[in-house]
């Protein structure tokens, strides 16, 4: 199969634009992992405050 210069061409071009949204693909994937991550560390942080502001028999006075 001939194929021209042109098209040659055209086929690495794309092989590498698809290269790099591949890159890029993954790198949003770890970005979303971290990010998962740390939401879940706020949300433990967040339960544990909860825990301890309700433990507090006064709690009633600082909240109003």
Same mark, same amino acid.
């Given at each position: 199969?001939?194929?021209?210069?042109?098209?040659?061409?055209?086929?690495?071009?794309?092989?590498?634009?698809?290269? *790099?949204?591949? !890159?890029?693909?993954?790198?949003?994937?770890?970005?979303?992992?971290?990010?998962?991550?740390?939401?879940?560390?706020?949300?433990? !942080?967040?339960?544990?405050?909860?825990? *301890?502001?309700?433990?507090?028999?006064?709690?009633? !006075?600082?909240?109003?």
């Amino acid at each position: 199969m001939f194929m021209r210069q042109e098209d040659r061409q055209a086929i690495n071009e794309i092989r590498d634009m698809i290269k *790099v949204l591949i !890159e890029e693909n993954e790198r949003l994937a770890n970005t979303i992992n971290e990010l998962k991550e740390e939401q879940k560390k706020l949300q433990e !942080e967040i339960k544990i405050q909860n825990i *301890v502001l309700n433990s507090l028999p006064f709690r009633h !006075e600082i909240l109003n």
